[in-house]
T-cell receptor, first 112, second 111 residues
């Protein structure tokens, strides 16, 4: 049971480039989340999804997009990378009714 | 407004000493409460949770937390810290859909 898998683990982007952070879970969880973690700031919710085909904005959605075409996958898209998006990104998932979030190992992104 | 405050950014203790990490929250209803731990370079792992019932909850790795409604607090405790407990600890509050995380407390353990 792999849990929540994030790829890549590390990435360096140039300003203006685009990329997709991948997140896959094999636990058949309905809820999935994307967070960013900045030093001293804790985790901020970017987007979340309560099921396939349904997504909603979190606290800091600007500059990001998501899609949820399947239960397993919840990719996060950066269209025009900016230095302010340098951060560690975490994906998490929760089964319906359990209220516990299971986290991936994170993607460390630098935009230079 | 809903928020979580962890007033201690960094705590240093000696191995074998007791530990208490503070967490205060502001939330409209009775929240679900969580403590997560993050080891360097890793994702977050659930230590313990409070949904209802007994206000003293036990978690993994010998940790416990006490929910005090009157103080809007959910402090994390451990009677004897091990060197392997060095990590960052996050308190979180929320409901069925979303969590609000505190800014974290970094724990350093000296031998």
């Amino acid at each position: 049971n792999a849990g929540v898998t994030q790829t890549p683990k590390f990435r360096i982007l140039k300003i203006g480039q685009s990329m997709t952070l991948q997140c896959t879970q094999d636990m058949n969880h309905n809820y999935m989340y994307w967070y960013r973690q900045d030093p001293g700031m804790g985790l901020k919710l970017i987007y979340y999804s309560v099921g396939a085909g349904i997504t909603d904005k979190g606290e800091v959605p600007n500059g990001y997009n998501v899609s949820r075409s399947t239960t397993e996958d919840f990719p996060l898209r950066l269209e025009l990378a900016a230095p302010s998006q340098t951060s560690v990104y975490f994906c998490a998932s929760t089964p319906s009714g359990e209220n516990i979030q299971y986290f991936g190992a994170g993607t460390r992104l630098s935009v230079l | 407004a809903q928020s979580v405050t962890q007033p201690d950014i960094h705590i240093t203790v000696s191995e074998g000493a007791s530990l208490e990490l503070r967490c205060n929250y502001s939330y409209g209803a009775t929240p679900y409460l969580f403590w997560y731990v993050q080891s360097p370079g890793q994702g977050l792992q659930l230590l313990l949770k409070y949904f209802s019932g007994d206000t003293l909850v036990q978690g993994i790795k010998g940790f416990e937390a006490e929910f005090k409604r009157s103080q809007s607090s959910f402090n994390l405790r451990k009677p004897s810290v091990h060197w392997s407990d060095a990590a960052e600890y996050f308190c979180a509050v929320g409901n069925t859909d979303k969590l609000i995380f505190g800014t974290g407390t970094r724990l350093q353990v000296f031998p």
